[in-house]
């Protein structure tokens, strides 16, 4: 149950992370940054951040708490279910 929580803590995390770039992008003028959903540009994001002086760790650690997120949340998954399924 623990892997659970904590793969849902790192994927919430790496949410409000990616709408954090996302209203940064919103309030310098992309109009659509915010409704892109999975077409988010982060390469626009990148060049944005070396012109405003960004930090660009942020953007590093958004991509490994996803994947250690769902990584957590598969394993969770598997131990909390279990593999096979029982016989009634």
Known sequence: ?????LGGVF???ASALDFTFR????????KWSLLHGGAFNYGR???ARKERG???WPVYVMWVCIVCGISL???GFFLHFGTS???D
């Open 73 to 75: 949340l598969i394993a």
């Open 85 to 87: 399924p029982k016989a």
């Open 11 to 13: 994927v919430g995390l």
């Open 45 to 47: 994001y990148r060049r």
């Open 54 to 56: 960004w930090s660009a």
């Open 23 to 30: 209203a940064r992008m919103s309030h310098i003028g992309e």
């Open 1 to 5: 149950m623990l892997l659970l929580i």
